[in-house]
T-cell receptor
Framework: GENVEQHPSTLSVQEGDSAVIKCTYS??????FPWYKQELGKRPQLIID?????GEKKDQRIAVTLNKTAKHFSLHITETQPEDSAVYFC????????????FGSGTQLTVLP | GAVVSQHPSWVICKSGTSVKIECRSL??????MFWYRQFPKQSLMLMAT?????????EQGVEKDKFLINHASLTLSTLTVTSAHPEDSSFYIC?????????????FGPGTRLLVL
């Protein structure tokens, strides 16, 4: 099955700085990579996703890059704000499967004002 | 939109009792729903895949006789924790898969916090 590793587990940045979270996956057959933001006690919210036929995707302050050869993908948040503080999870989905999400271990992002 | 609801949002029960959790897709049909368990400060762990009209598929290590799943309609899946014990206390989250335009996206319910005394 798929295995997703996520780093770092915690990340603190100053407001206005950028934050980068990295994930690697094991199965080259994975073709869909969503990122979720989860605030304490709440549901995960999809913030951005990327498919294997695309190398980069951007949505305002958030961007995701994918390197299929190296089997890693990254989340980039620019101009961070205190409300960006949350736990971020990456995930991978195998092609041809029941579209199950395999999650990374999560990154606690803290944006310091 | 794509809204998924869960009920109840929290439940406290005595050891040995059974607890039923409902997951509903409110504005779309979902042939596939997923059930996750999340312990404090940990990631979401997939428990089972719920398919409308057929038996659920359980992940390795998840007891199907303890965690009963029923997906009776395209908008409702239920998870019943039978004979709950304190170690079953956790945050249970469902997700519903929305299909369209050649893409599939999972939308999560708000979660159910279970505390077994």
């Amino acid at each position: 099955g798929e295995n997703v590793e996520q780093h770092p587990s915690t990340l603190s940045v100053q407001e206005g700085d950028s934050a980068v979270i990295k994930c690697t996956y094991s199965d080259s057959a994975s073709n869909y990579f969503p990122w979720y933001k989860q605030e304490l006690g709440k549901r995960p919210q999809l913030i951005i996703d990327i498919r294997s036929n695309v190398g980069e995707k951007k949505d305002q302050r958030i961007a995701v890059t994918l390197n299929k050869t190296a089997k890693h993908f990254s989340l980039h948040i620019t101009e961070t704000q205190p409300e960006d503080s949350a736990v971020y999870f990456c995930a991978a989905v195998l092609s041809g499967s029941a579209r199950q999400l395999t999650f990374g271990s999560g990154t606690q992002l803290t944006v310091l004002p | 939109g794509a809204v998924v609801s869960q009920h109840p949002s929290w439940v406290i029960c005595k050891s040995g009792t059974s607890v039923k959790i409902e997951c509903r897709s409110l504005d779309f049909q979902a042939t596939t729903m997923f059930w996750y368990r999340q312990f404090p400060k940990q990631s979401l762990m997939l428990m089972a895949t719920s398919n409308e009209g057929s038996k659920a598929t359980y992940e390795q290590g998840v007891e199907k006789d303890k965690f009963l799943i029923n997906h009776a309609s395209l908008t409702l899946s239920t998870l019943t924790v039978t004979s709950a014990h304190p170690e079953d206390s956790s945050f249970y989250i469902c997700s519903a898969q929305k299909q369209g335009g050649g893409q599939e996206t999972q939308y999560f319910g708000p979660g159910t916090r279970l505390l077994v005394l």
